[in-house]
């Protein structure tokens, strides 16, 4: 059974950093691709990044692009994200999720939540 469990959001000044993790289960990362996604309120939710299994190759938003890093740790078949220089528009629910590959926000798998808001 594939299970997400993202964790390490919370309060943070603008400019300031936050890291999430995500620990995957049921699969690894050799067998799907892996993004994190976030949803504010009243809007879409959006793809920020995404490492493709088949590709191996990370994939970000223009929006994070240079601010937010996304690393794969194999061994501990966890994900991170490393988010620097936060705006008060990066605030909102962050999600990671796999599916087989990357290019669309309707993946298959989901973890919960994480939520993340960034103060002016």
């Known amino acids: 059974e594939v299970q997400l469990q993202a964790s390490g959001g919370g309060l943070v000044q603008a400019g300031g950093s936050l890291r999430l993790s995500c620990l995957a289960s049921?699969?690894?990362?050799?067998?799907?691709?892996i993004g994190w996604f976030r949803q504010a309120p009243g809007k879409e939710r959006e793809g920020v990044s995404c490492?493709?299994?088949?590709?191996?190759?990370?994939y970000y938003a223009n929006s994070v692009k240079d601010r937010f890093i996304m690393t794969i740790d194999g061994a501990e078949n966890t994900v991170y994200l490393q988010m620097n220089s936060l705006k008060p528009e990066d605030t909102a629910v962050y999600y990671c999720?796999?599916?087989?590959?990357?290019?669309?926000?309707?993946?298959?798998?989901w973890g919960q939540g994480t939520q993340v808001t960034v103060s002016s």
């Open positions: 490492f493709s299994s088949s590709l191996r190759d990370t």
């Open positions: 999720a796999a599916d087989e590959f990357c290019g669309s926000v309707d993946f298959t798998y």
């Open positions: 049921g699969f690894t990362f050799d067998d799907l691709s």
